[in-house]
């Protein structure tokens, strides 16, 4: 048992003289009072404080020195700090030698993957680092926990969940907790307040009960208010109960915004003649390879993953009439690239020509390449000798000390004896060049007279480097005729159905289907949402209406008539659908700026306005008739 006796706390924003506090059984103890009361300054002199106003015992004999309360306190602040190791690490530290079978139950109590534990702590979320912090302070095994505005950053179910853990703590600990958060409410709990500068603690039996009951009278004072008054016929309680289910609605668009974000691409494709292989094909017939068969109408079986693509479809797409050129990735070029770049002592130029599409989209298999690498201009056109390098090359290469980006943009250099015009700045250091069908700076054009030769020289480093694949394609793009992107894109996904392609119109396939996937997923997820809330409504509305039954029959009896009563209650119907919908609209687009956002919001909302008005108006029909219920 710790007791606090005459503990005075006093800085320039709060002062409290003769704290006496007393923990002396198991259980839940709330820490209640006004922003700014010092509830937190409490909690830390209490653990923290040498005033030696903390005793482990009743009769004041046996004061608790630090290292005493560190042994019986566990602390959960406010203010997590964000310490950049593991969080396994960050347990081990807290708790000590700990095993999986220690900490496997509180990581699935508090809806948490164990993969959490090689996380690094502050990468983590604001819920998940509570939640981590917790099962820190429930491991370290003491018998007092203290918890300060513990539902910070937590969502309704996870409250739940900590509040039940809390529960079975409670049985045979102190758990001491800050909070105002009325979702974490116990029905058995010592309260402690601070107001005012007093402090008082007094056990509760039941305060929550009381407190519910409280409630309860208002509505029931309200909602006798609202039938009583609206003689005229506009229903503005009903309006409020209305706005309340909206905003409820309103905060699910929440969760369908980020489903949107991550699950259902709004965005256009850009249109293009390229098809891309990847190199040596995915060795796989996956999900992408079959959307854009099915959508293609092609014939096709899952294969066993042999069918790649290799040098083997050079000679073949030569001879294909809807195709302008090839270019492959020259891999013996990237290799010994690559070499010069890991080499510090390397002082030549780095130079690759790229063609131009390459920015448009396909970067991301090539390592050096990067949109992102550019900090000033452009990127060099094609055949029209142009450069893009870093201030970095032009100093060591050129003798060019200038910093000011405009004037180095236009100024001409001389590459390997050709004179090339400045049109951006990277940087990195890498000498971009136009690209043109004559050379080959890393991007070869397929031609019938030198492909043997390029194979060879491919075919041939790759079994000296013991290559996984000496005969797979590398990455190869294909310029075809305008239209005729499909035509060439069917024929190689039936010839190679476990190649890995990509292009704009199989991008546009395959968006497409995986939208129609998604929407339908997010369609019954808002169906299920709104049939939950149609639910609790209905059950809301039986209990109020049993609550005001007195005050109903009265308004059968003395007040309206028949007549009155539908059309006040026609009024309020198109009024409160009217008026309620518009302002959530607004809201709804204004905040979210989705089309589908809003839809899944009238989707929601709608019918759940509707049957509320439906519900009313059979209930006062009812009355009208005699029976309530």
Do not use: C
């Amino acid at each position: 048992m710790v007791f606090v006796k005459n503990l005075e706390i006093k800085n320039k924003n709060i002062s409290f003289n003769q704290i006496n506090l007393k923990f002396k059984i198991p259980g839940i103890y709330i820490i209640n009072g006004e922003n700014g009361a010092g509830k937190t300054t409490l909690v830390e002199n209490i653990l923290f404080g040498n005033s030696g106003s903390v005793y482990l015992d009743e009769d004041l004999t046996t004061e608790l020195n630090y290292e005493q309360k560190a042994n019986l306190f566990s602390y959960l602040p406010q203010n997590l700090p964000q310490v950049k190791i593991k969080v396994e690490e960050y347990l081990r530290r807290i708790t000590g030698d700990l095993t999986l079978d220690d900490i496997g139950g509180y990581i699935t109590d508090l809806d948490l993957d164990i993969s959490i534990l090689k996380q690094v702590f502050s990468d983590l979320s604001g819920g998940e680092q509570v939640k981590i912090a917790l099962i820190a302070a429930i491991l370290k095994d003491t018998d007092y926990i203290f918890l300060d505005e513990p539902t910070n950053n937590l969502d309704n179910e996870s409250v739940m969940k900590l509040k039940n853990t809390l529960l079975g703590l409670s049985k045979f600990k102190k758990v001491i907790i800050i909070t105002h958060d009325e979702r974490l409410s116990f029905e058995q709990f010592s309260l402690i307040n601070l107001s005012d500068g007093i402090v008082t603690q007094e056990d509760s039996d039941g305060e929550n009960e009381y407190i519910f009951d409280k409630r309860q009278t208002k509505v029931r004072y309200n909602l006798s208010k609202i039938v009583l008054k609206k003689i005229w016929g506009l229903d503005w309680g009903l309006v409020i109960l209305n706005g309340f289910f909206l905003l409820l609605i309103l905060g699910t668009s929440f969760l369908d915004r980020n489903f949107i974000e991550i699950s259902i691409a709004t965005y256009d494709l850009a249109e293009s003649e390229i098809i891309f292989i990847a190199e040596g094909g995915s060795w796989r017939f996956d999900d992408f390879n079959q959307t854009v068969m099915e959508s293609l109408g092609l014939d096709f079986e899952e294969s066993d993953g042999k069918e790649t693509v290799s040098f083997s479809v050079l000679d073949y797409l030569l001879k294909n009439e809807n195709i302008d050129e090839i270019i492959v990735s020259d891999f013996t070029f990237w290799w010994e690239l690559q070499n010069m770049v890991t080499d510090y002592e390397n002082t030549d130029l780095l130079v690759v020509a790229p063609p131009e599409f390459i920015w448009d989209g396909f970067t991301f298999s090539f390592w050096l390449l990067d949109p992102n690498m550019l900090y000033v201009g452009r990127f060099p056109g094609d055949g029209a000798y142009e450069v893009s390098l870093s201030t970095k090359m032009l100093e060591y290469h050129f003798g060019i000390f200038e910093y000011n980006y405009d004037n180095l943009l236009g100024l001409q250099i001389e590459i390997y004896g050709v004179e090339h015009e400045i049109v951006g700045i990277l940087y990195d250091d890498l000498a971009v060049i136009s690209w043109n069908r004559e050379t080959n700076f890393g991007f070869y054009l397929l031609r019938s007279d030198t492909m043997n030769k390029f194979i060879e020289n491919t075919v041939s480093l790759k079994h000296e480097l013991y290559w996984h694949d000496p005969y797979g394609l590398p990455e190869t793009f294909i310029r075809t005729k305008e239209g005729d992107e499909v035509e060439v894109l069917s024929a190689l996904m039936v010839e190679f159905p476990d190649g890995e392609f990509f292009s704009s119109h199989f991008s546009y396939l395959y968006m497409r289907r995986n939208n129609i996937r998604n929407t339908l997923r997010l369609l019954s997820r808002n169906a299920i949402i709104l049939i939950l809330f149609l639910v609790i409504i209905a059950s809301f509305q039986k209990t109020l209406f049993t609550i005001i039954e007195p005050e109903l029959i009265d308004l059968r009896n003395f007040l309206f008539d028949k007549n009155n009563l539908i059309k006040s209650l026609t009024k309020q119907t198109i009024f409160s659908i009217t008026i309620l919908l518009v302002i959530f609209i607004l809201v709804n687009t204004f905040l979210f700026l989705n089309t589908l956002n809003l839809l899944m919001f009238l989707f929601k909302a709608f019918p759940l306005l509707l049957f509320n008005q439906i519900y009313y108006y059979r209930k006062f029909r009812k009355v009208l008739n005699g029976n309530l219920r």
